[in-house]
């Protein structure tokens, strides 16, 4: 790159769009002629539909449908029968919202119920291997634990828990003629264009989705939920564009959640500290439609380095809507068993948690045979305790008093997969001398509009304020979803591709062009300076973008490039990782746990914008304080409605839970996985954190937590 726009803390570009209202979200957007739709949901978990009597919701002025035939729809389930608890069985169409909310309470169901299974610890449910994660088994790792000097041998439970974004889940759909238009909150517009195009029987190609800005969405917005099928069956029912905006209440049945969890997890070791054996079993639920697995057991098979180690993973179908991801899919859930093992194991030896940890460091990927591409979590634990003041610490816990409360400190590891995914950029500079860039990614918070335009300004050389980056439009260049911390790999990848043969493409016409003051030189010897290309041993000889085009009478030059992992991934490990530390207060008379400080250092590869990567970090350990203190989704067995789906009982952190945050990233860049360095950061900084927490809640109290969240019955 050839500007220095790159490792600049620079503020959002679109700051002052979202602060000031200048954003339009997907339900903001005004088309003409829009009519609104309200989704009803079943009111039983399990059982058939017998009659849907609408006569009173047609009846009703304003209604203009009740859609009770999905036939013309596919919505990922059997729409013949009710599959879990709040799924659609209609849509009341209304000229206004609330004629539509109106319309949907008068709608009646009638329902021949069957007998629901909602808990996964049921004799009844019948688990089954999960998919894309066989078991895995190195060594000899039962026999090793029966053998080990010390073992630590735990189950560790977490609760469902939900999304909760800002935003809430809302398509607007329209068709002219054949072609239909979304405007969407989804981090994928051109995964929602195919999943849609598919519903409906339709082309891809007739299908635009429309997203440019998304108000948070942590995996919940990754893929395609009934609500955006039912928004473009409905228009095209009607023959008229509909907006369907899902309540807080229905988000907790219509966009997934973390699955509820159980696992077992254990740890032989030798006196000197040194790993002999890892053996985890996970069991996590799905809905009884359709399979969801995570990367749960991923971190167990090679964080840490031994001969011997086993992990199984099986999910439990039960009559609930269906999972996904969120932030720290697979890896946070993991990471909460096998760091609170490992703190456990510490304790147990005498070993202070960040010595056993550098004692287990592994050389190379021993689950899947190959070198790191780059791994500094070694550096991580080392600034992280110096940062936060580790040497301090007291091993004993229940060792620190003020008052009646017990303080206490923890760490935890942390590691998420970097990897990426193929993308295309359009890159374009115009005879204004501005430059537009443009694919099909997202932006649902990470700043994604700013690092790109970081990484697009310093390759043309350019300053960043004459940079317009577009995205959010599947018409756009191939792009992947915004999830699993991909998006700065595989966008950043690609643009910095494209615009640097655009760039070069501007020297070659130069250097070749009589008229130029850069005629002859080689064209290794031309860099380009704040819209100007210019002789590198010479910046007095040189010439404007807008002077090249001018010259050659266009308007503009573009080139559409890519990048694409190529065969990176099958020569080595590439993980982003962490050190997490935690100071926690606890009320010995209450049980009430209050974090005092979390500190997260960081090892993402290259950072484009260390204010946006310190944003990412504070947002992932709120999310992790969330997980550890607060976040569990109360469900009734008897029929699978979710008790706590509204924002008064499920309880997320709010400012008086958040105390003081920080975060540092060590030097790092890992041009083995991209031609940029870097890793990634947005799944990572959650992954540590709960752990952390109980560690550090076991430091103050003396009691080993496994349960999440961490709520005061539990240490009473």
């Not at 329209?174 to 405007?183: E, F, H, P």
């Not at 080392?382 to 620190?400: C, E, I, T």
């Not at 070659?508 to 062009?513: C, G, K």
Request: net charge neutral.
């Amino acid at each position: 790159m050839t500007g220095n726009s790159v490792g600049t803390p620079t503020s959002r570009v679109d700051g002052r769009l979202k602060v000031t209202g200048g954003a339009t979200y997907a339900a903001e957007h005004a088309i003409p002629g829009v009519v609104y739709g309200v989704i009803v949901n079943s009111t039983v978990g399990r059982g058939v539909i017998t009659a849907i009597d609408t006569g009173k919701a047609e009846a009703l002025s304003g209604v203009l449908r009740v859609l009770t035939d999905f036939s013309g729809v596919q919505l990922g389930f059997d729409t013949s029968r009710v599959n879990f608890f709040g799924q659609a069985v209609a849509v009341v169409v209304a000229t206004s919202l609330e004629q539509a909310e109106h319309g949907a309470s008068l709608v009646a169901v009638s329902y021949a119920p069957q007998p629901v299974l909602i808990d996964m610890e049921s004799p009844e449910t019948v688990p089954k291997p999960a998919p894309r994660s066989a078991p895995y088994s190195r060594g000899d790792a039962d026999g090793a634990l029966r053998t080990a000097h010390a073992v630590v041998d735990n189950t560790f439970t977490i609760e469902r828990e939900h999304h909760n974004p800002m935003e809430l889940a809302s398509t607007i759909a329209r068709w002219d003629g054949g072609k239909l238009t979304l405007w969407d909150k989804t981090q994928w517009v051109q995964g929602t264009a195919r999943f849609v195009a598919t519903s409906l029987g339709i082309d891809a190609a007739d299908v635009r989705v429309l997203s440019p800005f998304v108000g948070g969405a942590f995996g919940n917005a990754a893929f395609t939920w009934e609500h955006q099928y039912l928004a473009a069956f409905a228009a095209r029912e009607l023959r008229r564009p509909v907006k369907i905006v899902l309540t807080r209440k229905q988000m907790y049945t219509g966009v997934g959640y973390r699955p509820a969890s159980r696992q077992r997890l254990a740890i032989g070791a030798g006196a000197d500290g040194r790993i002999s054996a890892i053996v985890q079993e996970v069991r996590s639920e799905t809905a009884r439609y359709t399979d969801w697995a995570e990367a749960i057991t991923t971190l167990a098979q090679f964080m840490y380095g031994g001969p011997n180690v086993r992990t199984r993973y099986d999910i439990v179908p039960v009559d609930l809507s269906a999972p996904t991801a969120m932030r720290g899919p697979g890896q946070v859930t993991g990471a909460f068993a096998l760091e609170s093992s490992m703190d456990q194991l510490a304790h147990e030896l005498g070993v202070d948690p960040i010595e056993l940890r550098l004692r287990n460091e592994p050389a190379t990927d021993q689950a899947l045979n190959l070198p790191f591409s780059s791994r500094r979590l070694a550096d991580c634990y080392r600034a992280g305790a110096q940062r936060f003041g580790w040497q301090h610490r007291n091993p004993v816990p229940r060792s620190r008093k003020e008052g009646n409360l017990l303080i206490g400190t923890g760490m935890a590891a942390a590691g998420y997969h970097a990897h990426g995914s193929a993308t295309n950029v359009l890159a374009r500079i115009n005879d204004d001398g501005t430059a537009e860039v443009f694919t099909a990614t997202s932006d649902c918070g990470p700043g994604t509009y700013t690092s790109v335009t970081q990484v697009a300004a310093d390759a043309l050389g350019l300053p960043l304020e004459r940079v317009r980056f577009a995205l959010g439009d599947s018409s756009f260049p191939l792009a992947p979803y915004q999830a699993g911390s991909m998006t700065m790999v595989s966008v950043g990848s690609a643009m910095f591709n494209a615009c640097n043969a655009l760039r070069d493409s501007f020297v070659r016409t130069a250097v070749v062009d009589p008229a130029s003051p850069l005629h002859g030189l080689r064209p290794e010897d031309v860099s380009a300076r704040n819209g100007r290309l210019v002789a590198t041993a010479d910046p007095a000889r040189g010439e404007t973008y807008q002077q090249i085009l001018r010259r050659r009478g266009r308007r503009s030059m573009d080139t559409t490039q890519g990048w694409e992992p190529g065969d990176a991934p099958t020569r080595f490990s590439s993980y982003s990782y962490g050190a997490v530390f935690a100071e926690v207060s606890v009320d010995e008379s209450l049980g009430l746990v209050r974090i005092r400080r979390l500190f997260g250092a960081y090892d993402g590869g290259r950072v484009v914008n260390p204010k946006l990567a310190h944003s990412q970090a504070l947002g992932g350990m709120v999310a992790g304080i969330g997980m550890a203190l607060l976040e569990g989704t109360t469900v009734d067995h008897r029929d699978g409605r979710v008790m706590n789906a509204n924002l008064a009982d499920y309880l997320v952190p709010v400012n008086a839970d958040v105390p003081e945050l920080d975060a540092m990233f060590v030097t790092s860049e890992d041009t083995e996985l991209d031609p940029i360095g870097v890793k990634g950061l947005g799944e990572v900084v959650i992954v540590g954190v709960p752990a952390a927490i109980a560690n550090a809640v076991f430091n103050a109290t003396g009691r080993r937590v496994t349960s999440l969240p961490i709520t005061l019955d539990k240490l009473m």
